[in-house]
């Protein structure tokens, strides 16, 4: 049937600033999180990961928390620059028994960084 | 460098014909996933195997399309017969999983489709 387009957030923000990405996930049972950033024309690259058991997993200028009683995500990248304008998108593991679970993808926020 | 490589990159077609999208995961990977991306659903899972043996593909339109893998080194995506709303950029991503621990999926460059 018919859809609606996508309209993706939209975060933008200034050179240097830090920027705080949100993704609330679906399913209670998601064991394992990872932030993609993906640009114009290129797959999805992995930024970072983290476990259901922690709730917070620091990278190189990245951060990322995990709420599980709200089911929230959100991704921190400090000291902004240009080359951070991309969409995010998170993505949640689905487990199934044995199986080490599915991958699903958010609806992706796009981050626009001015100089 | 090791990366998951797609093949082609873009694909333009008619109506009706078949169309198959080929993807070599990244060595030693045991589970690759298709997904479809388009601006009105953004990045849908497709199909996914591990092992070579394929464990979901509830979000595919059976009627058209299949996948496959063939062998280690090799995923296949097919749609037969294409239609213009098939249209989207297909992307196969792999990682490596050991019992319930998944690892990042690495995803290639992707297949832009147009069907007219």
């Known amino acids: 049937g018919e859809s609606v387009g996508l309209h993706l957030p939209t975060l933008s923000v200034q050179e240097g600033d830090n920027s705080i990405i949100n993704c609330a996930y679906s399913?209670?049972?998601?064991?394992?999180f990872i932030w993609y950033k993906q640009e114009s024309g290129k797959g999805p690259q992995f930024i970072i990961d983290?476990?259901?058991?922690?709730d917070k997993r620091q990278g190189q200028r990245v951060t990322v928390l995990l709420n599980k009683t709200v089911k929230h995500l959100s991704l921190q990248i400090a000291a902004t620059q240009p080359g951070d304008s991309a969409v995010y998108f998170c993505?949640?593991?689905?487990?199934?028994?044995?199986?080490?679970?599915?991958?699903?993808f958010g609806q992706g926020t796009e981050l626009s960084v001015k100089p | 460098d090791a990366r998951v490589t797609q093949t082609p990159r873009d694909k333009v077609t008619e109506m009706g014909q078949e169309v198959t999208m080929r993807c070599q995961p990244i060595?030693?990977?045991?589970?690759v996933f298709w997904y479809r991306q388009t601006m009105m659903q953004g990045l849908e899972l497709l199909a996914y195997?591990?092992?070579?043996?394929?464990?979901?593909d509830s979000g595919m339109p059976k009627d058209r399309f299949s996948a496959e893998m063939p062998d280690a080194t090799l995923a296949t995506l097919k749609i037969q017969p294409s239609e213009p709303r098939d249209s989207a950029v297909y992307f196969c991503?792999?990682?490596?999983?050991?019992?319930?621990?998944?690892?990042?999926?690495?995803f290639g460059q992707g297949t832009r489709l147009t069907v007219v």
């Open positions: 060595l030693g990977h045991n589970t």
């Open positions: 983290i476990r259901s058991n922690m």
């Open positions: 399913n209670s049972a998601s064991d394992y």
């Open positions: 195997f591990r092992n070579r043996a394929p464990l979901d």
């Open positions: 993505a949640e593991n689905i487990p199934s028994w044995n199986q080490g679970g599915k991958l699903i």
């Open positions: 991503a792999s990682g490596l999983t050991g019992g319930y621990m998944n690892t990042e999926a690495f």
